[in-house]
């Protein structure tokens, strides 16, 4: 396989997803209607996230590598979290830190769809696919486009089952990268014996570890199957190989979970409980790659061993997903590599027998056709961040009076302080002020569904004020920010009380310190109590 081919399929495949997953933020940004501001961010899937890997930037630019929880209030232990974002803050502590989010993505694209490509070709081994397999991987998605918003369909509507977010997200697309060159250099050391295919094998999944600790258990499965069911000879040294490898990922997985234990802040990411996806919405997000994956399942006696190696790895990842764990779901990433290529080996197959005599015009043609069909949601996807562009989505554009706050706390209030503010401006400060926050992610803030109620019954006022007084003291909360969403909260559970009226401006324990139209800053002072 010519080189030059495969850098050039690498470079067109990146270039275009490099365009899919960045042009809408410019566009969005082109398009910010009067009165708003760009948030900086044009995002698909959850927007709240992406400010959080932000939020780990901006925290390493001005506090260091070791991340504290910036979506807690209560003081928390320093720990290894985000380590590529954190690690970038606190590389380049000047530049936007957006901007260095973007610019991760772009550089974990490119290793990812190296990875694809490469391994692909590993595979695959047919010249004329070159081009078309990795852009195949990279936009594979299943019948989403048809079914989104009525029924739903794990490509459109799972984050991470498709490639999309792992492009989106860099930490992702690193981590994934690694966990398939590990699958691919430990299947290669298995058929070869070459001690380099195993040392990178290793490597990649030590770093697949540190992000991901629970892929372990997909790694041992897959490979524990294919060990058994393998119809080459396996030797005592690879037995032994599979085993050590085993032994020395438990002890990385261990040394991070020993890591996340020791800031039991981020319990609600170790310990969240995310629902399974049903059969239906699984066999909707493989769509046409589901034609592959039965043709292979059913003639599981009669596979080459790359056949076998890749429909158990798919086997494998689809019985996990449906597991008794929080994180169940996230078992699937990765699992259009291996479908991808199955698609690509039985559309070779099909070329082969219908047009015999021209097949490489049939093989083409079906590739392309398969490329169509299956990118359509990814390309859904695409137009529909534009047209979102049209409209005032709040995860694109602030309101001008509320993006006057945001500056306001950035420049003006001391950094790492804790403010008190709604969902959605909680989850924006971490990543535009580098403050921390009583409540601003479903997740990352622990207990957040009390947190949720608590902040709902001081903004509603029913608290007395020396119950207002006790919760601010009692969460370390430094400022209180009140605008268009505090509101909301206020009118909603006093709408049959004409004559309510805001107390927080009349509290002795809270100073003003911002006001405009719509948006108001106060200070807490411990230091006066409630009358």
């Avoid at 535009?432 to 992610?441: D, E, P, R």
Wanted: proline share 4%; aromatic share 18%.
């Amino acid at each position: 396989m010519s080189k030059l081919k495969i850098i050039l399929a690498i470079a067109l495949t990146s270039t275009l997803i490099v365009f899919l997953n960045l042009y809408p933020h410019w566009h969005a940004y082109l398009q910010t209607p009067d009165g708003f501001v760009f948030s900086k961010q044009a995002t698909w899937f959850d927007p709240w996230d992406i400010n959080v890997y932000v939020a780990a930037i901006r925290w390493g630019q001005y506090q260091g590598f070791l991340m504290e929880n910036m979506y807690d209030s209560q003081s928390n232990q320093a720990i290894v979290y985000y380590p590529l974002y954190t690690a970038t803050g606190l590389l380049l502590p000047k530049i936007e830190p957006f901007l260095l989010f973007y610019f991760l993505s772009i550089v974990s694209t490119i290793l990812l769809v190296s990875v694809i490509t490469i391994g692909a070709n590993k595979f695959i081994k047919e010249e004329k696919a070159i081009i078309l397999a990795p852009l195949i991987t990279a936009l594979a998605g299943g019948w989403g486009f048809l079914t989104y918003p009525y029924i739903f369909s794990l490509d459109s509507s799972m984050t991470s089952f498709t490639f999309h977010s792992a492009f989106q997200r860099p930490h992702e697309g690193l981590a994934l990268a690694a966990y398939l060159a590990s699958f691919i250099c430990f299947y290669k050391y298995l058929k070869n014996k070459q001690l380099r295919c195993l040392v990178g094998s290793f490597f990649s999944l030590t770093l697949t570890l540190i992000f991901y600790p629970y892929y372990l258990v997909s790694f041992f499965a897959i490979f524990f199957f294919y060990l058994l069911f393998s119809k080459k000879k396996i030797n005592y040294t690879q037995i032994t190989a599979f085993i050590g490898l085993n032994i020395l990922g438990t002890t990385v997985a261990l040394l991070m979970q020993n890591n996340l234990s020791r800031n039991e802040s981020f319990s609600g990411v170790v310990s969240q409980q995310l629902e399974n996806p049903t059969v239906l919405s699984l066999f909707s997000g493989f769509g046409l790659f589901l034609i592959p994956i039965f043709y292979y399942l059913l003639s599981f006696n009669k596979l080459k061993e790359k056949e076998l190696f890749l429909i158990i790895w798919i086997g494998v990842d689809m019985a996990l997903a449906f597991s008794p764990v929080g994180y169940a779901r996230f078992f699937l990433r990765g699992a259009f590599f291996p479908a991808s290529v199955l698609m690509i080996l039985i559309i070779k197959k099909v070329s082969l027998k219908v047009f015999p005599d021209q097949f490489s015009t049939g093989f083409l043609v079906l590739l392309i056709s398969t490329l169509t069909i299956t990118s359509m949601t990814n390309l859904s996807i695409f137009a529909q961040r534009l047209l979102e562009a049209e409209t005032t989505n709040s995860w694109y554009y602030l309101p001008n009076n509320e993006y006057q706050a945001l500056e306001f706390i950035q420049e003006e209030i001391p950094h790492s302080s804790v403010i008190l503010a709604s969902y959605h401006f909680g989850n924006l400060l971490p990543a535009h002020s580098n403050q921390k926050v009583f409540f601003g992610h479903l997740i990352q803030t622990p207990n957040a569904e009390e947190k949720q109620q608590q902040l709902i019954n001081y903004y509603s006022q029913t608290l007395l004020p020396e119950e207002s007084y006790q919760f601010l003291l009692n969460n370390k909360i430094n400022y209180i920010y009140y605008g268009e969403q505090e509101n909301e909260i206020f009118e909603q559970l006093n709408l049959e009380d004409e004559e309510a009226t805001l107390l927080i401006d009349n509290q002795p324990f809270v100073k003003k310190i911002f006001e405009n139209q719509t948006s108001k800053i106060f200070q807490f002072l411990p230091d006066i109590k409630p009358l």
